[in-house]
C-alpha cells in the first residue's frame, strides 16, 4: 500500500478526506434540512433501506448469472411487481424503465404498437397545459405530435376542451393525478370516458402516487399505462441524477407489449420470459436498477398495507396544515383541498421581490426552496411538498421562516433582493452557467 510519504503519491489520505468532507458540507440533503421540492417527493429515506440493498446476496450477483442461481433476487422483482398492481390495480408491470421519464416513453412505445397492431393510425396525444415538461418530450420522442388541453378555473382538466379536441386521430392523453397543481382532478372519470369513446388509451403519470396509497387504484379510475417512481414514492434517495426506478403498469389487454423479459413463477421456480412476440422490446439493460427495488420491497413490506395508507393521509394532511398556514401571506393559486402539494405565487409581494428572491432567502434559514416556477400555468409558481416524514415543528418553523421573508420583502427588500448572503456561492449566473460552465474546484 501506498503512503503519503512515497515519492510520486499527488495527494495524502487526509487531504482527499478533508477534500470530499468539505464537498459534502457545501451539498444540501434531506439528512440536512426541509427538502419541500414539489412533485419530486423528496421524502426521508429509512436507512433500513440501504442495508438491505447492501446485503452480499444481493451486491454480489451478476445480471447474466443463469436463473436458478438467483433466484433470490428473481423472488424478490416477482413479488414487488406483483405488490405493485394490488397497489394500483394493473394486470402486470415491467420493472426495466430506470427512471419515470424512460416510464413515460415505454408507456408511449406500448400506445404505439396497440395501435399499430390494430391497423389505426394515430399521430396525436393530448397532454394538459399543467403537465411536467417529460410527458410532452416523451410523445414527441416517440413520433406523435402533443397537444395541449386546458385547464378549467378549478385546476382540472377543461372537459370541453377535451371534448373539442379528441377524436379518432388521437391516440390518447397523459395525465397527471393529482395533477402538479396538487390537486386531484375529479373529473379523473370523465376524461378516461371521453378519451375512451373515442378508441383512445389513457397513460396515467404516476408520479403523485404518494398522495393515492392505499386509497384510490389508478386502474380503478380508467386509466390503461402508468409508470410510478419507485425512487419518489418508495423512498430511494434522489435528486443527484440518478439511479431511479420507473416501472410501467399495463390493463390486461395490453401486457403483451409489456419490455421483456418478464418474471414468471413456475412452481417453486422462477423463470425469464422473453417469449412476448408483441413486446416492444427492451428499454433497458438486464432488468432495470434492481438496488432500488430492493429498497422499495423493503419500504413497501415495512409499512405494510396500513402504513402505505397513512404514508398518503399523512402527506396530503401536511400539505393542506401548511397551505391553511400560507395562505393569509401568500397569494394561493387554487383555493381548495389539496393533496400531498400546492402551488402559490409570488403576486402580491412587496417592493417586487419574486418568487426567486423567495427561494434564495429560504437558503440563508437552512431550507432547500421549493420548486419553483413550474407549473407554468401560475405566475411565479411556488410549489411546496412536505411529505409525510416532516414533524409538526419543522413545519411550523417553516412557516415562521415564509412569513418573517415576506416581511423582509416588505422593510428590507435587499436582504431578500441580494439573497443568499450565507452560501458558499452568491446568486448565479444561471444563463452564463449553462453556456460556459466551469466546473473547476478552485481557480
Ligand atoms: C418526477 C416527475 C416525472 C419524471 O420522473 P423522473 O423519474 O425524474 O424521470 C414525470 N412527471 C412528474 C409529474 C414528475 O413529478
Redesign the pocket.
Known amino acids: 500500500m501506498k503512503t503519503i510519504f512515497d515519492k510520486g503519491m499527488d495527494l495524502s489520505e487526509v487531504e482527499v478526506v478533508r477534500h470530499y468532507t468539505a464537498l459534502s458540507r457545501r451539498n444540501f440533503g434531506v439528512d440536512l434540512g426541509f427538502y419541500p421540492l414539489g412533485?419530486?417527493t423528496m421524502k426521508y429515506n429509512p436507512k433500513v433501506c440501504e442495508d438491505t440493498a447492501r446485503l452480499d446476496g444481493f451486491t454480489g450477483i451478476h445480471p447474466l448469472q443463469p436463473a436458478k442461481t438467483v433466484q433470490g433476487a428473481m423472488q424478490l422483482m416477482y413479488k414487488l411487481e406483483k405488490m405493485l398492481c394490488e397497489i394500483t390495480g394493473f394486470a402486470r408491470f415491467s420493472l426495466q424503465p430506470a427512471?419515470?421519464?424512460q416510464g413515460e416513453l415505454t408507456g408511449i412505445m406500448i400506445m404505439r404498437a396497440h395501435f399499430q397492431e390494430k391497423g389505426e393510425q394515430r399521430e396525436k396525444i393530448l397532454v394538459p397545459d399543467s403537465a411536467?415538461g417529460?410527458n410532452p418530450a416523451s410523445v414527441s420522442l416517440c413520433g406523435f405530435q402533443a397537444v395541449e388541453l386546458k385547464s378549467d378555473s378549478e385546476g382540472n382538466v377543461d372537459l370541453a376542451d377535451l371534448r373539442e379536441k379528441m377524436d379518432e386521430k388521437i391516440a390518447g392523453i397523459m395525465i397527471?393525478n393529482p395533477n402538479?397543481l396538487g390537486l386531484f382532478d375529479t373529473n379523473i372519470e370523465k376524461v378516461c370516458e371521453i378519451v375512451h369513446s373515442k378508441g383512445g388509451l389513457v397513460y396515467g403519470?404516476g408520479?403523485?402516487m404518494n398522495a393515492m396509497l392505499g386509497i384510490c387504484r389508478p386502474r380503478e379510475l380508467g386509466i390503461d399505462i402508468m409508470h410510478l417512481?419507485l425512487?419518489?414514492t418508495f423512498s430511494t434517495p434522489h435528486g443527484g441524477g440518478g439511479p431511479?426506478s420507473?416501472p410501467v403498469g399495463v390493463v390486461e389487454e395490453l401486457v403483451d407489449f409489456l419490455p421483456v423479459p418478464l418474471i414468471e413463477k413456475n412452481g417453486e421456480n422462477y423463470e425469464f420470459n422473453s417469449k412476448g412476440k408483441k413486446s416492444i422490446g427492451k428499454v433497458r439493460s438486464f432488468y432495470g436498477n434492481f438496488g432500488v427495488m430492493v429498497k422499495a420491497f423493503t419500504y413497501i413490506k415495512a409499512l405494510g398495507a396500513v402504513g402505505l395508507r397513512e404514508v398518503a393521509e399523512v402527506a396530503v394532511l401536511n400539505a393542506n396544515y401548511l397551505k391553511e398556514k400560507l395562505k393569509p401571506h401568500y397569494k394561493l393559486a387554487f383555493d381548495r383541498v389539496c393533496q400531498h402539494e400546492f402551488v402559490l405565487s409570488d403576486e402580491g409581494l412587496a417592493n417586487g421581490v419574486t418568487t426567486n428572491d423567495v427561494a434564495k432567502r429560504l437558503l440563508d434559514y437552512g431550507v432547500h426552496p421549493p420548486t419553483v416556477y413550474f407549473p407554468l400555468i401560475v405566475k411565479g409558481a411556488i410549489m411546496i411538498e412536505p411529505t409525510e416524514t416532516e414533524t409538526r415543528e419543522t413545519l411550523n418553523n417553516f412557516v415562521d421562516i415564509m412569513i418573517t421573508i415576506k416581511q423582509e420583502a416588505e422593510k428590507q427588500p435587499e436582504l431578500v433582493k441580494e439573497a443568499p448572503h450565507s452560501m458558499p456561492v452568491k446568486r448565479l449566473d444561471a444563463v452564463k452557467a449553462a453556456r460556459e460552465p466551469n466546473l473547476r474546484w478552485k481557480e
Open positions: 412533485s419530486c427512471a419515470g421519464a411536467h417529460t397527471t402538479t403519470d408520479a403523485n417512481n425512487h419518489k431511479g420507473g
